[in-house]
């Protein structure tokens, strides 16, 4: 990070294939670094939100016999 010149603020979070680290940890040669944001919805929210936008299948699964 710091040879970078990159500065981390407090929204961004570090991480070492999706662990959370510190700026301080050690990297090894192919780790990937990862920053996130924090959330802005909910993960069961925007869930609920994308099942009310995706319409119904007719018949789901096997069919059954009639």
Request: proline share 0%; glycine share 6%.
């Given at each position: 990070?710091?040879?970078l010149n990159w500065q981390?603020?407090?929204e961004i979070g570090l991480s070492i294939y999706g662990r959370r680290c510190k700026e301080e940890?050690?990297?090894k040669d192919?780790?990937?670094?990862?920053l996130t944001e924090p959330l802005r919805i909910d993960p069961k929210e925007a869930r609920r939100l994308r099942?009310?936008?995706k319409p119904l299948l007719a018949t789901r699964g096997r069919k059954h016999a009639k």
């Open positions: 990070m710091r040879a981390k603020t407090e940890d050690l990297l192919g780790d990937r670094i990862e099942a009310l936008n």
